[in-house]
């Protein structure tokens, strides 16, 4: 083989080596820009989490205090939307249901239908975090709707407690949300809130809580367990 011969060769070799490692390099580049987007919707699904259940929780308090921070949820939640990136994610446009809402804080119904469509979405994203080599992200979707359990169980107890006593529509809600999420673990602090909300709330001939003691009551568990969400997503 001629020197020249040899020379083209190493050449080809070298030139095909770089363009292999160069078309790597931007896959691996497109598929970190991919999943850093992919996080980022996944946090802002939290906080769009957390500001949803927080409004609905809010929706049947009637006192000044619990109107005011209502208020400034909603413009949380007004802030939250802008920019939801909707067909450019393949993700449904639930920023469409959102105005409604906002002029309903008391629908209980419309913000579970709309928490249960962000849900959704999460699970989705989830799937998709999963195959782009983010394996802690699995389990995403399944703590979300338990604490989604947690956070309609506080909902329902607000609720509850602005009548003398737990009407029987919403005990059976209650019961039955209580009696899953024991079955589903043993926690204490878990437990001591529901016995807690048994004895003075859904159980008892005149309810003993206030609605604004029930959205106390239950947030610190609920706050405590979305943050360790969101530490596994780190």
């Known amino acids: 083989m001629s020197n020249a011969a040899l020379i083209f060769l190493t050449l080809?070799?070298?030139l095909l080596t770089l363009s292999y490692w160069l078309t790597h390099r931007a896959e691996n580049r497109q598929l970190r820009a991919s999943k850093q987007a992919d996080t980022r919707i996944v946090q802002r699904c939290l906080d769009l989490l957390q500001a949803l259940q927080q409004h609905r929780g809010l929706g049947a308090q009637l006192d000044a205090a619990s109107l005011a921070q209502r208020n400034a949820q909603a413009q949380q939640l007004d802030q939250l939307w802008l920019d939801w990136?909707?067909?450019?994610?393949?993700?449904?446009?639930?920023?469409?249901?959102?105005?409604?809402l906002r002029?309903?804080?008391a629908d209980f119904a419309a913000h579970c239908r709309l928490i249960e469509a962000l849900l959704t979405v999460i699970e989705q994203l989830e799937d998709?975090?999963?195959?782009?080599?983010?394996?802690?992200?699995?389990?995403?979707?399944?703590?979300c709707r338990a604490?989604?359990?947690l956070a309609r169980l506080r909902g329902l107890a607000v609720r509850a407690a602005n009548y003398e006593r737990c009407p029987p529509g919403l005990q059976m809600q209650l019961r039955f949300l209580c009696k899953r999420?024991?079955?589903?673990?043993?926690?204490?602090?878990?437990?001591?809130?529901?016995?807690?909300?048994?004895?003075?709330l859904i159980e008892p001939a005149q309810i003993r809580l206030a609605p604004?003691?029930?959205?106390?009551?239950?947030?610190?568990?609920?706050?405590?367990?979305l943050q360790g969400i969101r530490l596994s997503l780190d």
């Open 12 to 14: 080809l070799v070298a």
């Open 85 to 100: 990136p909707g067909a450019d994610m393949q993700l449904p446009p639930l920023q469409q249901q959102w105005p409604q």
């Open 103 to 105: 002029r309903k804080p």
């Open 128 to 143: 998709r975090l999963y195959r782009q080599h983010h394996p802690r992200i699995r389990g995403l979707g399944e703590a």
């Open 147 to 149: 604490l989604e359990d």
């Open 181 to 200: 999420m024991l079955d589903q673990e043993q926690d204490s602090h878990l437990l001591a809130l529901i016995e807690r909300l048994q004895s003075d």
């Open 212 to 225: 604004g003691e029930c959205f106390a009551l239950l947030t610190p568990l609920i706050e405590q367990r």
